[in-house]
């Protein structure tokens, strides 16, 4: 693995495939053993957890489950404008489900504390929070995902699903920014 370059800006290997494949297997035993008998409904937040609703769901091999795919988005550039958009896309009846959003990554929190919110006004059984990954220290909502694949810094990343201006999603690593 070497370094990759997109809009003049460097990132560096930070985790490879092989921990993410890992990582998700490990994720998809807890919920597993969690949601026996819920018939969990899988969120996918579009775009950028694509891959990891992809593998994390089939980690969960033999689980009575089902996926959806919903959008919003909050983010421009490599800093978060703390505008979030409205749900778009939720067709099913989620009333006494036990819902498990899927999302790439926890920063500031803002968009996962106004997504539960909104699904909470549609009377689920429950509400399970999955991201790959987590920035606790930029966090300024009071959430706490259910699984989290890495708790990482406050550095910028890419690769596996997230992106730079929506670039960058369909590298198998993870990346992150080089400082100098
Ligand atoms: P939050 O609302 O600040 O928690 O931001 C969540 C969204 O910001 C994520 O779903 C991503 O789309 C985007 N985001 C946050 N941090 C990063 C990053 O390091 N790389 C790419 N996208 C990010
Ligand atoms: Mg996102």
Redesign the pocket.
Known sequence: MKQVTYEGLTFEPYITRDSIDARIRELGKDIMRDCENKKPLFLC?LN??FPFASDLFRACEGLDAEISFIRL???EG?G?T?V?KEVLGLKENIENRTVIIV???????????RLVKDLQAKNPAEIKVATL?F?PE??VRDVKPDYVGFSIPT????GFG???NGLARNLNDIYILKED
Do not use: M, R, W
């Open positions: 937040v950028g957890a988005q909050s983010y490599t978060s703390g979030v999302e790439d990554i926890i920063d500031t929190g803002n968009t996962i504390d990954l920035k930029a966090l550095k910028f990343i890419i997230l992106d730079l």
